[in-house]
């Protein structure tokens, strides 16, 4: 093989001598992130692999990630040659033929939703099962070490009912259909998929909607993917590099080459280098046609989303898959046919999807300014309480973006294409704008949310200073005051004795009285009673 992923592998394998290591190899579709969600749970960096296979080598975890570029990739533009094509499925073999752990990057919605695209997606691992079956055959029919391939189910949707026991039940029955088709090679009819794959489903939800689940569960997966590519499985290098020469050994030859000495229907191996032909010069038709589209969703200054959008996307999947039909009509009917169209049937889908998810952003922001227009109309004097009119107005944004999302989507991704999860980030969005439209709204005094207890108690305050006239608390006695005795206040004064002290002041003088032990004692003379007082009155 002419690969630059095996030359370049090579020289950092025999550079490491006998130090040992694992290696993880990375799938899924392209443009996936998949790389950088494996980076994340490894704590390495992985290169991206555009067209081949990409290998990073970390030594001092002692850890080689080979990531390839993704399912899909020989229909890319980069890659549509038929030699192009031919290197970057003979490197994902390789990649997973030489890897101790696999791990398979997929979509809830989209392995769940079509099952044509699911197999579509599935079918690129068929020339990696088939190099594993003919390592098989190289050494006596005795099978390879088992590798561990981990299903990690991204944006995982616990609500709709669909159990990671039934995603890996059929992922498993996708392995066995896969395996039929095999059984050219010798080694398949005495092995079986459990044999050389164990499959371990690992759910991820959506990591914004749900950042709780989704650290708690990264957490887990990365512990396991640890201990999956520790010391104990790990090879020395040397041992890599051995396996490295084998299977480019056997990856060299052609794998239409190989079918044809394996098969018997030469009309098979005809159909199916036809068929990868037509849909390779289909996809890259459709490359050039939608290159308008995607400037047009594209521009910085949109506001909205595209009217024409899903009528503009039908025609083109219509329009590509019209002309793969007619370019392999001879083959239509055959299984390579069918394979083949339902494949680049994925692809479309798979190159306007980032499309349809920034329409659907461009929708959720404007769903996002018709709440705040509505709710700048909300008045506490109109007939419905303050509650019942925030309420309403996020329902009617809500129903918004739900027509505008089931309008930007193309008939022929329905079912495939949802809306489900930006319209659960957009209601989070609204309800705390509502939530803080309450709040503002009663620091104003405007609104008082309805309590289920009526209150009771009662707390009354005076501005006045003496609101219920004066005493001797607070009043003074002052040289102005007439003197008015009472028959008990004599009493009093003589069981009490009094001191009087004079202070001055700029208003004249002042006279306080206080009680006190051992004072100066008053005769009667000097007392006035108040009755006389009153009589002479």
């Given at each position: 093989?002419?690969?630059?992923?095996?030359?370049?592998?090579?020289?950092?394998?025999?550079?490491l001598g006998e130090t040992e290591l694992s290696t993880v190899a990375c799938l899924g579709a392209r443009n996936s992130g998949k790389g950088s969600l494996l980076g994340k749970l490894l704590g390495t960096?992985?290169?991206?692999?555009?067209?081949?296979?990409?290998?990073?080598?970390?030594?001092?975890?002692?850890?080689?990630?080979?990531?390839?570029?993704?399912?899909?990739?020989?229909?890319?533009?980069?890659?549509?040659?038929?030699?192009?094509?031919?290197?970057?499925?003979?490197?994902?073999?390789?990649?997973?033929?030489?890897?101790?752990?696999?791990?398979?990057?997929?979509?809830?919605?989209?392995?769940?939703?079509?099952?044509?695209?699911?197999?579509?997606?599935?079918?690129?691992?068929?020339?990696?099962?088939?190099?594993?079956?003919?390592?098989?055959?190289?050494?006596?029919?005795?099978?390879?070490?088992?590798?561990?391939?981990?299903?990690?189910?991204?944006?995982?949707?616990?609500?709709?009912?669909?159990?990671?026991?039934?995603?890996?039940?059929?992922?498993?029955?996708?392995?066995?259909?896969?395996?039929?088709?095999?059984?050219?090679?010798?080694?398949?009819?005495?092995?079986?998929?459990?044999?050389?794959?164990?499959?371990?489903?690992?759910?991820?939800?959506?990591?914004?909607?749900?950042?709780?689940?989704?650290?708690?569960?990264?957490?887990?997966?990365?512990?396991?993917?640890?201990?999956?590519?520790?010391?104990?499985?790990?090879?020395?290098?040397?041992?890599?590099?051995?396996?490295?020469?084998?299977?480019?050994?056997?990856?060299?030859?052609?794998?239409?080459?190989?079918?044809?000495?394996?098969?018997?229907?030469?009309?098979?191996?005809?159909?199916?280098?036809?068929?990868?032909?037509?849909?390779?010069?289909?996809?890259?038709?459709?490359?050039?046609?939608?290159?308008?589209?995607?400037?047009?969703?594209?521009?910085?200054?949109?506001?909205?989303?595209?009217?024409?959008?899903?009528?503009?996307?039908?025609?083109?999947?219509?329009?590509?898959?019209?002309?793969?039909?007619?370019?392999?009509?001879?083959?239509?009917?055959?299984?390579?046919?069918?394979?083949?169209?339902?494949?680049?049937?994925?692809?479309?889908?798979?190159?306007?999807?980032?499309?349809?998810?920034?329409?659907?952003?461009?929708?959720?922001?404007?769903?996002?300014?018709?709440?705040?227009?509505?709710?700048?109309?909300?008045?506490?004097?109109?007939?419905?309480?303050?509650?019942?009119?925030?309420?309403?107005?996020?329902?009617?944004?809500?129903?918004?973006?739900?027509?505008?999302?089931?309008?930007?989507?193309?008939?022929?991704?329905?079912?495939?294409?949802?809306?489900?999860?930006?319209?659960?980030?957009?209601?989070?969005?609204?309800?705390?704008?509502?939530?803080?439209?309450?709040?503002?709204?009663?620091?104003?005094?405007?609104?008082?949310?309805?309590?289920?207890?009526?209150?009771?108690?009662?707390?009354?305050?005076?501005?006045?200073?003496?609101?219920?006239?004066?005493?001797?608390?607070?009043?003074?006695?002052?040289?102005?005051?007439?003197?008015?005795?009472?028959?008990?206040?004599?009493?009093?004064?003589?069981?009490?004795?009094?001191?009087?002290?004079?202070?001055?002041?700029?208003?004249?003088?002042?006279?306080?009285?206080?009680?006190?032990?051992?004072?100066?004692?008053?005769?009667?003379?000097?007392?006035?009673?108040?009755?006389?007082?009153?009589?002479?009155?």
């Amino acid at each position: 093989s002419g690969s630059h992923f095996v030359s370049s592998l090579s020289a950092q394998l025999q550079r490491l001598g006998e130090t040992e290591l694992s290696t993880v190899a990375c799938l899924g579709a392209r443009n996936s992130g998949k790389g950088s969600l494996l980076g994340k749970l490894l704590g390495t960096s992985v290169e991206d692999g555009e067209v081949g296979v990409a290998a990073t080598l970390d030594e001092d975890r002692r850890v080689a990630v080979l990531n390839t570029a993704g399912f899909g990739a020989h229909l890319n533009a980069q890659a549509a040659s038929e030699e192009g094509a031919s290197h970057a499925s003979q490197d994902t073999a390789m990649a997973v033929a030489l890897s101790d752990v696999l791990v398979f990057n997929v979509f809830f919605r989209e392995f769940v939703s079509d099952a044509n695209d699911a197999c579509g997606f599935l079918a690129e691992l068929r020339p990696a099962v088939e190099l594993l079956l003919r390592v098989a055959g190289e050494q006596g029919g005795k099978p390879p070490a088992k590798r561990k391939l981990f299903l990690v189910v991204r944006d995982y949707e616990k609500d709709e009912g669909v159990s990671p026991e039934q995603i890996e039940a059929r992922f498993s029955a996708l392995l066995d259909a896969m395996w039929a088709s095999l059984s050219h090679v010798p080694a398949a009819a005495t092995l079986q998929p459990s044999d050389l794959i164990d499959v371990h489903v690992e759910t991820l939800p959506h990591a914004k909607l749900e950042a709780a689940g989704f650290s708690s569960a990264a957490d887990e997966l990365k512990t396991k993917l640890s201990k999956a590519a520790s010391a104990d499985a790990a090879l020395p290098a040397s041992q890599v590099l051995a396996m490295l020469n084998l299977v480019n050994r056997l990856a060299a030859r052609s794998l239409a080459a190989a079918d044809a000495a394996a098969s018997a229907d030469p009309a098979e191996l005809a159909a199916t280098t036809a068929c990868s032909r037509a849909a390779t010069d289909a996809f890259d038709e459709f490359v050039a046609s939608s290159a308008s589209l995607h400037a047009r969703v594209k521009q910085r200054d949109r506001r909205m989303p595209l009217d024409d959008f899903a009528s503009e996307s039908s025609a083109l999947i219509r329009a590509t898959l019209q002309a793969y039909d007619d370019r392999a009509r001879v083959h239509n009917g055959t299984a390579a046919f069918d394979l083949r169209r339902a494949y680049l049937r994925s692809s479309l889908l798979a190159d306007l999807r980032p499309l349809y998810g920034e329409s659907i952003q461009l929708a959720v922001k404007a769903a996002i300014v018709d709440f705040a227009r509505r709710s700048a109309n909300i008045s506490t004097a109109a007939g419905m309480s303050f509650d019942a009119q925030v309420q309403a107005a996020v329902d009617q944004a809500a129903t918004g973006f739900r027509m505008a999302a089931a309008a930007l989507c193309p008939p022929e991704a329905a079912g495939v294409w949802t809306s489900l999860l930006e319209e659960r980030m957009l209601l989070q969005e609204l309800q705390s704008m509502s939530a803080e439209m309450v709040r503002r709204a009663q620091l104003h005094g405007l609104y008082m949310p309805p309590a289920p207890r009526v209150p009771t108690g009662v707390s009354l305050h005076w501005l006045h200073p003496n609101p219920f006239g004066k005493d001797m608390r607070t009043d003074q006695l002052t040289a102005s005051d007439r003197l008015a005795y009472s028959e008990r206040a004599k009493q009093l004064l003589r069981s009490s004795p009094m001191k009087l002290r004079a202070s001055g002041s700029t208003g004249g003088s002042k006279v306080t009285a206080s009680a006190f032990s051992g004072g100066i004692k008053l005769s009667d003379e000097d007392l006035v009673i108040k009755e006389e007082r009153r009589r002479r009155r």
